[in-house]
């Protein structure tokens, strides 16, 4: 049985094929979680669906375990390594402990924390110095 089933991976339609640029979290059986970062530019614009393909259960179909208890603070990602601005092939688990929004605000950059609002959460710790964080 796989790891992470409920991994789920966002591509976006570039001038060539889609290319993968996010991970997800299946949390329903239609709902995919990601970050926020992924379906916006630079410039503040929300990204049109039209340009993202959503990728669940490529490696086994059909996934449908009512059972299956998700871990707290595992998170998947493809991250590159320090040494490499490519993604990993490889996807990898680390662990991130969840962090109540008001610490969150506090310890994010100023200009960084009118962005964190209700709907959303925090995950990493206060001296988080991992080169993952960035991608979170």
């Not at 970050?35 to 996934?63: D, I, M, Y």
């Not at 595992?74 to 962090?99: C, F, G, N, R």
């Not at 969150?104 to 080169?131: E, M, V, W």
């Amino acid at each position: 049985r796989a790891e992470l089933p409920w991994h789920a991976l966002i591509y976006k339609k570039t001038f060539t094929p889609y290319v993968p640029i996010c991970g997800g979290s299946l949390i329903s059986t239609t709902v995919v979680l990601s970050v926020a970062h992924c379906f916006w530019t630079e410039n503040e614009k929300q990204l049109p669906a039209s340009q993202f393909a959503v990728a669940v259960g490529k490696l086994h179909r059909p996934w449908n375990d009512p059972t299956d208890e998700a871990q707290k603070s595992d998170m998947a990602i493809w991250a590159p390594h320090p040494s490499d601005e490519k993604a990993s092939q490889t996807l990898q688990v680390i662990e991130i402990p969840y962090m109540d929004v008001r610490t969150c605000i506090n310890t994010s950059p100023i200009d960084f924390r009118a962005y964190i609002t209700s709907d959303q959460f925090c995950a990493g710790t206060q001296q988080c110095k991992l080169y993952v964080s960035q991608y979170i």
